[in-house]
């Protein structure tokens, strides 16, 4: 996808503070609901040129200002020599929405961006109007009790090619035809450069690793405010256990 020519009026970015660390975040809408919206990883620009995620954008700002950003060392945001505990990057949500000026929102987490909210509704329901999960289980790998997701050895698996292989384009273009086997050509290439724009490798390893260790079989049953959980017919055990948990 040749980007300098495609013509896309993409919304300002701003900067949140969040403990000494940039945070680039955008808002779109008017509304006086909010709604923060997070991934996994994530580059507020390019979104913007794929026609799915801008007409996902655009019913959002339907009826909420759509507030979305970068976590730390991910994106257009600050890249610190430590990219800090799940904790950390949930204050970067706090910040944000001090930044946008927004006391409440809803909050829609999307795969492993879903951490973090559950984790945000958890610590702050005064300001959590709503959680949305989707696609994010209570753990990503098996242990004891759990027997959803892959092993600790396939997950290890996950991580080692990981490491050799992120950022390069045959594993980007398996990932994209894997999310989306009808992808034509242009998505594919949209898919590529945008993730190379997301995280470098060894961010793309921290956030994975941090995703393979946290739990959230504690955290779950302590949010009090309105969830939906939302997934893939393939996921449909783990995330019964999430709305049973929650």
């Known amino acids: 996808m040749d980007v300098p020519h495609v013509r896309v009026e993409i919304p300002d970015i701003s900067y949140a503070r969040a403990g000494g660390v940039a945070i680039a975040y955008q808002t779109f809408g ?6 923060v919206l997070v991934p996994m990883m994530s580059n507020l620009v390019f979104p913007w ?3 799915a995620w801008r007409g996902m954008y655009e019913q ?5 200002r759509l507030i979305t950003f970068d976590k730390r060392g991910t994106g257009l945001s600050d890249r610190p020599r430590e990219l800090g505990t799940l904790e950390a990057r949930m204050d970067d949500i ?7 000026k927004a006391e409440r929102a809803t909050l ?6 879903g951490q973090t909210c559950a984790l945000f509704a958890a610590t702050y329901p005064e300001r959590t109007e709503a ?6 289980p209570a753990r990503v790998v098996q242990a004891a009790g759990y027997p959803y997701g892959p092993s600790e050895e396939e997950w290890r698996a996950n991580l080692k090619e990981i490491r050799e292989r992120w950022g390069t384009r045959e594993y980007f273009e398996s990932q994209a035809r894997s999310l989306n086997p009808e992808a034509d050509e242009e998505f594919v290439e949209w898919f590529v450069t945008c993730q190379r724009f997301c995280a470098s490798p060894e961010a793309a390893l921290t956030f994975h690793r941090v ?5 959230l079989r504690q955290v779950l049953p302590t949010i009090s405010v309105p969830t939906l959980v939302l997934f893939r017919q393939e996921m449909r055990d783990q995330m019964l256990d999430v709305a049973e948990r929650t």
Request: charged share 20%; net charge negative; no cysteine.
């Open 30 to 35: 008017e509304h006086e609901r909010n709604l």
């Open 49 to 51: 040129w794929d026609a």
């Open 60 to 64: 959002f700002a339907s009826f909420a």
């Open 94 to 100: 706090r910040a944000v929405l001090d930044a946008a």
């Open 108 to 113: 829609v987490g999307l795969g492993g961006g």
């Open 131 to 136: 959680l949305v999960l989707v696609g994010t």
């Open 211 to 215: 995703l393979g260790e946290t739990d």
